[in-house]
């Protein structure tokens, strides 16, 4: 049932002996220095970059410049395939490894893939590795397990020679015997020659992306295994496959890929299903490897140091079937999809696909080599209208007759410059006017002009574009406009939204819409030269010069030089020669042949892929992919970044800005930038590539980083900084507010001293005693009575002098001492002895004022000083103080305390030194000792 | 099994000689239950050149027979064939072709016939010499092919095992 089903499926036998017909194809040189790599594999990476494996190792690639990113010898790669971010390799010397812009790191290794070499690799949904070998079956690999599945689990044969990964997560191996499905692991379906497939020896594998595999064999060509459709199902290529082994495969959109042993890449159309493409360049030669690239052009290497890239989008037929199609002097499209031309040689039609098995088909027209065809329309009735420059009008109608009409039949002039089909019936633009054809024949149309290069019918308007008389347009029952003053308009074309463009030789795109609106892209190429044509694909206007190609979109506004995009640069071609096929395709006639143009949206935004390489903060290597925080000194930024644009390498050029440092958005040509000295701070580096004018608003490649604040201008830094001073301010402060509050209170202390000193100095007692003592000498002896009041008076007036020194000498204090006890004597008689020892080297040591005459006259206020034995005082200084001691005889009657007394020497002197007043009472005697001090300065 | 009989010759088709050489002393095993293969053939026993001194070119300067002795081919047959019945096979043997130290994988068609008493193989291919880093000079590049023609026939028969 199953084979039936095959048998009825099989699609279309390629008998491909050569054709001229190819996408344009781009060659990439891949050169380090003066050698020539011989590149064996390819892979793109997830940023673009083409990487590919050489005899001299990994390199990489952005169409422009080639980087070295493993050095190796001889053909050391087995396979490769990219990753998330940059790519693995598989090496015949068995080691798996990993490589990054920056690094390349051996994921695993295994001596068993020297015997089985892998020779495919493969990354599914959730990053398990794949790999095929070959002998060993199939590997898997994650991050935990290594596991193998070999011809014991139903893998069909160990030998394993290719494998890829369904968008489902399906794994398919092309094995020596047929193609084996697998889902977690385990067989789900066999493809060998017992199912219907053409050849076991299957060589390559490739998933496409309408989920079904194509298969490449060892003779029996390219085949398609069909897996949605429930049984299994082959669509073979051929019966008979005449172009040996195919060592690749790949379905890109509606083209199949087959990369050949000796006949390079053979592209296949399946939307046309009539026949492939090969490109007479890479006869020969045998391809290495194929990969389609992410704008959906085809790659291929074929040994040489050269990777060819295929753009599907642009197609040129320079000659078919001896026929010189660079010199095409009409060209339209017909409802039946073919396409109808002119040349010098006669008018002919073919379908809009050029192949070997399809030929021209040559229209019965009589050619006048000076009257010839120079436009062409198709009617909606199936009949194609021929204009020719001289010689009226030919209509062919869809029975083949040819009818002729000229100027006897009512046409304006002979001379038809342009012929265009329209609602009411067929227009004609003449040296003379405009002529209508319709049911009633032909009809002279009002419009001033005499000489007009094209006219169009929108909305049963009239348009004509004139010589140097602008475009007149005027309605089926009257009135008109005219546009763009007395310049000269050569084609009209009809935008997606309906409306009328005009455009001449430096006019620019001049809207129909109301006179006066001013036109677009006057200055631009092609405008600044000479203007071929406008067509109109994919919503864009086309316009095709000798100067350029410009794409311009009416909706948006936006224009796109595309000439080197579509490698449409120095041409040369007749007017108006441009139709649009049902497909969309846009067909122009110019000196490099037939043009097939099939743009892409890409095309039109304008887009350039870009890639942030590596940024490195203070020469050191950092992620582009998150905000990235460094110290202060590590603040000179290097970003290498590239734009992908293997169409045109050459012309991409980049906008960048640093935000953080300044707003200005700057161009430049350089793909590596350094800032220096950047200030700490938040930054966004951003870049976008772009080709012609500007990035417009493309988006930005943004690399996020901060600087930080050195350590000491950290916010915590300066907070702990500015505790510590206003600690130590606060420390400072509070001693000196202490030093303050001590001399205050030593102030204090030594005018209470010296007031409790004057005190009781006038102490009535002391002064009625000395009274009553000099009452009795007065009588008895007068001169000692003078001899005392002298004495008291020098006594008195020693206390005056010394209350406001802070230290004087012993030497002083032993005389006012002396003087003092004098007096006394005079009271007490006999009955008192100082004895005051005080070796001449203490005599000029220091001691608080009164200190002794103090201690002293405390020892008489508070002791019974009459009595058997002498009271004796003695007054004795050592090394280092003075001690006034004396026996303890306790008063009957207590004296009158004047509050003063040990307890304010004690203090004046902890004022002044560390060391203490002693107080001692022992062996019935109260001692004081006074430290001595330093002496006044 | 093994091969006890060999037949291997060259053909050089060059715009001003033919050249063809043969070799009888090639040697093979052959494993019917694996499917697996390997042939040896002493490059430096090859006769029937033009003259000696082509021989003496041929064993020095191009093939280097004192560094690389002999050419190896091994490997597998592709097709699930069953060798031990009579018939005749067109199979694919596929495996590491090795002349001059370099080894090429290739793909080689064969006719395999079985009979009563051991099997013979048939094959021809093509050998790029560039593939092989034979590098023939400018002077003599009209004489020599840069694709020489193979014909290999071997006799194999059981060898007791």
């Known amino acids: ?937 | 099994m093994r091969a006890v009989s060999s037949t291997i010759s060259f053909l050089s088709e060059a715009p001003l000689e033919t050249i063809t050489a043969s070799n009888a002393q090639g040697t093979g095993l052959l494993d019917l239950v694996e499917h697996t293969f390997a042939v040896r053939i002493p490059v430096s026993e090859f006769v029937g050149f033009n003259s000696p001194l082509q021989r003496e070119h041929f064993n020095e300067n191009y093939m280097a027979t004192a560094k690389w002795p002999s050419a190896t081919f091994q490997g597998r047959i592709i097709e699930a064939v069953e060798l031990d019945r009579p018939g005749t096979y067109s199979v694919r043997a596929k495996g590491a072709l090795t002349i001059r130290g370099v080894a090429r994988e290739r793909i080689l068609p064969c006719t395999i016939v079985v009979d009563a008493s051991g099997l013979s193989v048939h094959s021809a291919f093509e050998v790029v010499l560039d593939d092989h880093g034979i590098r023939i000079p400018r002077l003599v590049q009209q004489k020599i092919a840069a694709t020489v023609r193979v014909e290999m026939s071997m006799r194999f028969v059981a060898d007791g095992r």
């Open chain 1, 1 to 937: 049932m199953s084979m039936k089903l095959v048998s009825t499926l099989v699609l279309c036998v390629l008998s491909v002996t050569a054709a001229a017909q190819f996408p344009l194809v781009r060659a990439v040189e891949v050169r380090t220095g003066q050698r020539r790599p011989a590149i064996s594999r390819m892979a793109q990476d997830a940023q673009g970059l083409l990487w590919a494996a050489t005899d001299e190792g990994l390199l990489r690639t952005d169409g422009d410049r080639v980087e070295t990113m493993l050095a190796m010898e001889g053909d050391g790669i087995t396979a490769m395939a990219p990753v998330q971010e940059g790519i693995i390799i598989a090496t015949l010397d068995g080691a798996l490894v990993h490589c990054t812009g920056e690094r390349c790191d051996t994921l695993a290794c295994d001596t068993t893939w020297r015997v089985h070499p892998i020779t495919a690799l493969a990354i599914d949904k959730h990053g398990v590795i794949w790999a095929a070998t070959y002998g060993g079956g199939l590997l898997r690999i994650d991050r935990t397990e290594r596991r193998s599945i070999t011809h014991a689990d139903g893998l069909p044969d160990d030998h394993v020679n290719d494998l890829d990964v369904l968008s489902d997560g399906r794994v398919v191996a092309a094995t020596d015997q047929g193609l084996a499905l697998f889902r977690d692991g385990r067989v789900e379906a066999v493809m060998s020659e017992r199912e219907g497939a053409p050849d076991n020896l299957t060589l390559c594998v490739h998933a496409s992306a309408d989920g079904s595999v194509w298969a490449g064999t060892d003779r029996g060509g390219v085949f398609q295994w069909r897996l949605a459709e429930g049984p299994l199902a082959v669509l073979k290529f051929s019966t008979s496959w005449e172009m040996g082994p195919v060592r690749n495969v790949l379905a890109v959109g509606d083209m199949v890929w087959a990369g050949t042993d000796a006949d390079g890449p053979i592209a296949v159309d399946l939307r046309l299903q009539q026949g492939a493409y090969r490109s007479r360049d890479a006869m020969g030669k045998a391809v290495k490897d194929l990969l389609v690239d992410h704008d959906g052009a085809v790659w291929w290497c074929d040994g040489t140091e050269l990777l060819h890239r295929a753009d599907p989008s642009i197609l040129f037929v320079p000659e078919h079937e001896g026929l010189d199609l660079r010199r095409i002097t009409a060209l339209c499209t017909d409802a039946a999809g073919r396409i109808w031309f002119a040349t010098a040689e006669g008018l002919f039609n073919h379908v809009a696909f050029f192949s070997e098995e399809r030929t021209i088909t040559r229209v019965p027209v009589p050619v006048d080599k000076r009257a010839g065809i120079i436009s062409l329309a198709a009617d909606n009735n199936g009949n194609v209208w021929a204009a020719t420059f001289g010689n009226g009008v030919y209509k062919v109608q869809a029975d083949g007759r040819v009818k002729h009409y000229t100027s006897a039949d009512g046409l304006s002039n002979d001379n038809v410059l342009s012929v265009r089909s329209g609602e009411r019936g067929i227009w004609f633009a003449t040296l003379e006017g405009v002529s209508l054809y319709d049911a009633d024949g032909f009809h002279r149309q009002p419009v001033q002009a005499g000489f007009v290069y094209d006219v169009a019918e929108a909305e049963r308007i009239a348009y004509a574009a004139t010589d140097g008389e602008g475009v007149w347009s005027w309605a089926e029952f009257g009135g008109g406009e005219h546009y763009g003053a007395d310049s000269s308009f050569y084609t009209l074309v009809r935008d997606p939204q309906g409306r009328i463009w005009a455009a001449g030789s430096g006019t620019g795109f001049l809207p129909l819409l109301q006179p006066g609106l001013h036109p677009i892209a006057a200055d631009r190429p092609p405008f600044d030269g000479e203007l071929y044509a406008i067509g109109c694909s994919g919503g864009s206007l086309i316009a095709f010069g000798n100067t350029g190609v410009l794409a311009f979109d009416p909706k948006s506004g936006a224009l796109r030089d595309v000439t080197a995009a579509f490698s449409l640069d120095g041409i040369t071609a007749e007017l108006n020669v441009v139709a649009t096929d049902s497909s969309g395709a846009l067909w122009f006639g110019c000196s490099k042949g037939l043009v097939r143009v099939r743009p892409t949206p890409a095309h039109f935004i304008g887009h350039i892929a870009t890639a942030l390489l590596s940024a490195r903060l203070g020469n050191e290597v950092v992620r582009t992919d998150s905000t990235v925080s460094v110290d202060h000194d590590r603040n000179t930024l290097v970003v290498r970044f590239t734009g992908l644009h293997y169409a045109d390498p050459g012309a991409v050029r980049f906008e960048y800005r640093l935000i953080g440092l300044d707003t200005t958005v700057n161009r430049t040509r350089d793909r590596e930038l350094t800032f220096n000295a950047l200030m700490p701070g938040d930054y966004i580096f951003g870049v976008r590539a772009y080709t012609g004018d500007g990035a417009g608003d493309a988006p930005w490649q943004e690399f996020r980083f901060s600087i930080n604040l050195p350590w000491w201008r950290t916010a915590w830094a300066i907070a702990a900084g500015m505790v510590l001073l206003l600690l130590v301010a606060f420390v400072a402060l509070r001693a000196r507010e202490r030093r303050i509050r001590y001399r205050d209170r030593m102030e204090q202390e030594k005018v209470r001293f010296q007031l409790d000193a004057l005190r009781s100095q006038v102490d009535p007692h002391f002064l009625f005693n000395s009274f009553n003592a000099l009452v009795e000498l007065i009588e008895s002896d007068p001169s000692i009575a003078v001899q005392h009041v002298e004495q008291l008076s020098i006594f008195f007036r020693n206390i005056l002098q010394m209350r406001d020194r802070e230290r004087i000498s012993l030497q002083e204090e032993i005389a006012l001492l002396e003087n003092y006890v004098a007096l006394e004597q005079r009271r007490f008689g006999n009955a008192i002895q100082v004895d005051i020892h005080v070796p001449d080297s203490l005599q000029h040591s220091g001691i608080v004022p009164l200190t002794l005459q103090l201690l002293v006259e405390n020892a008489l206020k508070h002791n019974t000083v009459v009595g058997r034995d002498v009271f004796i005082i003695s007054v004795r200084a050592t090394a280092d103080h003075v001690e006034v001691s004396n026996p303890i005889r306790p008063r009957l009657t207590p004296p009158r305390s004047t509050g003063f007394g040990i307890q304010s020497i004690t203090r004046r002197y902890a004022a002044l030194t560390d060391r203490p007043v002693e107080v001692l009472r022992e062996d019935g005697l109260f001692t004081v000792r006074i430290p001595l001090i330093e002496p006044e300065p």
